[in-house]
C-alpha cells in the first residue's frame, strides 16, 4: 500500500513538472508571437511614415514646378523659406511638416517630417534633399568653363586657348596641376593653388583675388518638357537604356546623325567604339570607359562631330564620367551635365572644342594634355533656346527615425 502512494506520487509529481514546462512554453511562444507581432506591426508604422515624409518632399517638389508664387521665389530670392503642414494625409492621427530653405538662387534644402500616432506606437521620419534648378537662358560671356559650384583639377595638364574660366564657388589646382588659360579665371568664392601646382590667366578674380566676381546663373537646357523646342521633342532617334546598349553591342563602330535621345544611363565600355554626328544626351549618367570589363577588349573611343550648323555635343541631366578606360575622346560641342562632369585620364586622348557647362567640374589625370578650345556657337546652338530646365535633385538622404 506504501508503494503504490509512492508510485502516484512520483506519477503526480512528473505530470506537475511536465505541465509546468508545457505551461512555460506556451508562455514563452505566446511572448514571443506578440513580441514579433508588434515589432512587425512598428516596422510596417515606420515604413508608412518614411513613405509619408517623401510624400512631404514630392509635393513640395511639386509646388515649386507648378505653383507661380514658389517658383518665382525659388528661382529669385536666394533668402526665401516656407513651410507647409498637412494633417491626416492619408490616416488620421499622421502628419507632415515640410520645410524648403532657398541656400541660393534656385537652389534649396527640403526636409520632410512626418509622424503617425497610434495606441499601439508612435513613429518619426525625417527625410532630406537638396534640389537644383539651372535657370539662365543666356550663356555666360565667353565662358568655356563653367561650373555652378567647383572646378577642382589634380595631376591635370589643361591647355585652354581661348574663353574664361568661371566657378560660382572655388577654383582648385593640386597636386602637380598645371593649368593654362588664355582668358581670365574667376570664382566668386576662392582660386586656390597649391605649392606643386600653377594657375596661368590673364586675371585672377576671386575673394583672395579681389575683385571678386557676380554669380552667374547657369544655362538651363529643355530636355524633356511638353514644348516641341525641348531635346526629346526634337530627337531623330529615342531610345531606352537597354535598346542603346543593344545597339552599341550589336556592331562595331556605331555611327549616329542628329540628336539621339536615351531615356537612362548611357555605358561605352571596352570594344565599343561610337561616333555622334550631331548631339547624344541622356536622362540619367553618361559613363565613358568607366570600366576595365572585359578586360580583353580594346577601351573605346568617342568622337562628337559638329556640322557648323545644328547643336552639337554631350548633354545629360546627371553625370558625365570619362574614364581612364578610354582610348580617345574627341567631342566638337557643348559638354553639360546638370550634376557633374569628371574626367579620368591615363594615356587618354582628349580634345574638346565648344565649353563645358556643370554643376561640379572634376579632373583627374596623370599628365595627359587635355585640350580645350572655346566656341561660342557651338555653345549657344547647343544650349538652345530654354524655356525649362528641369530640377534635379542633388542629393536625398534619410536624417532619423
Excluded at 225 to 233: A, F, P, Q, W
Amino acid at each position: 500500500m506504501v508503494k503504490m502512494n509512492n508510485q502516484s506520487g512520483y506519477v503526480l509529481a512528473t505530470i506537475t513538472i511536465i505541465i509546468a514546462v508545457l505551461f512555460l512554453m506556451v508562455f514563452f511562444f505566446l511572448e514571443y508571437i506578440v513580441t514579433d507581432s508588434k515589432l512587425a506591426y512598428s516596422q510596417n508604422i515606420a515604413t508608412e511614415t518614411y513613405y509619408l515624409a517623401e510624400a512631404g518632399i514630392n509635393e513640395a517638389l511639386w509646388k515649386i514646378k507648378n505653383d507661380p508664387t514658389w517658383q518665382s521665389n525659388f528661382q529669385t530670392d536666394p533668402n526665401w523659406s516656407e513651410s507647409l503642414l498637412r494633417n491626416n494625409p492619408l490616416s488620421p492621427n499622421s502628419h507632415y511638416l515640410v520645410t524648403i530653405e532657398n541656400t541660393e538662387l534656385a537652389e534649396a534644402e527640403i526636409t520632410s517630417i512626418a509622424v503617425i500616432d497610434t495606441s499601439k506606437a508612435s513613429t518619426q521620419r525625417i527625410v532630406k534633399t537638396k534640389v537644383f534648378q539651372a535657370i539662365s537662358t543666356v550663356p555666360a560671356p565667353d565662358v568655356v568653363l563653367f561650373t555652378d559650384n567647383s572646378m577642382t583639377f589634380y595631376g591635370a595638364l589643361i591647355n585652354v586657348d581661348a574663353g574664361h574660366l568661371f566657378a560660382n564657388n572655388d577654383i582648385n589646382a593640386n597636386f602637380f596641376s598645371s593649368v593654362d588659360v588664355y582668358g581670365d579665371a574667376s570664382a566668386v568664392d576662392n582660386i586656390t593653388v597649391s605649392w606643386t601646382s600653377n594657375l596661368i590667366a590673364d586675371k585672377l578674380y576671386s575673394i583672395n583675388y579681389p575683385p571678386a566676381p557676380t554669380a552667374i546663373s547657369m544655362p538651363g537646357i529643355d530636355f524633356d518638357s511638353e514644348s516641341v523646342n525641348s531635346y526629346k521633342n526634337r530627337a531623330d532617334h529615342l531610345y531606352t537604356s537597354s535598346q542603346f546598349d543593344n545597339l552599341l553591342d550589336s556592331t562595331s563602330h556605331l555611327i549616329l546623325n542628329g540628336i539621339t535621345y536615351v531615356t537612362g544611363n548611357i555605358d561605352v565600355e571596352k570594344g565599343h567604339n561610337l561616333t555622334v554626328n550631331g548631339m547624344l544626351i541622356a536622362d540619367g549618367n553618361i559613363n565613358i570607359g568607366n570600366n576595365w570589363w572585359p578586360f580583353w577588349k580594346s577601351n573605346p573611343n568617342l568622337y562628337i562631330n559638329s556640322d557648323g550648323t545644328n547643336p552639337s555635343g554631350l548633354l545629360t541631366k546627371r553625370k558625365i564620367t570619362l574614364g581612364i578606360f578610354s582610348d580617345n575622346i574627341q567631342i566638337d560641342g557643348l559638354v553639360y551635365a546638370g550634376e557633374e562632369i569628371l574626367i579620368a585620364a591615363i594615356f587618354t586622348d582628349y580634345g574638346f572644342n565648344g565649353g563645358l557647362y556643370t554643376r561640379n567640374l572634376n579632373v583627374y589625370e596623370l599628365w595627359d594634355q587635355l585640350n580645350i578650345t572655346y566656341d561660342q556657337a557651338i555653345i549657344s546652338r547647343g544650349l538652345g533656346i530654354s524655356e525649362t530646365s528641369p530640377i534635379i535633385n542633388i542629393e536625398h538622404w534619410e536624417e532619423e527615425y
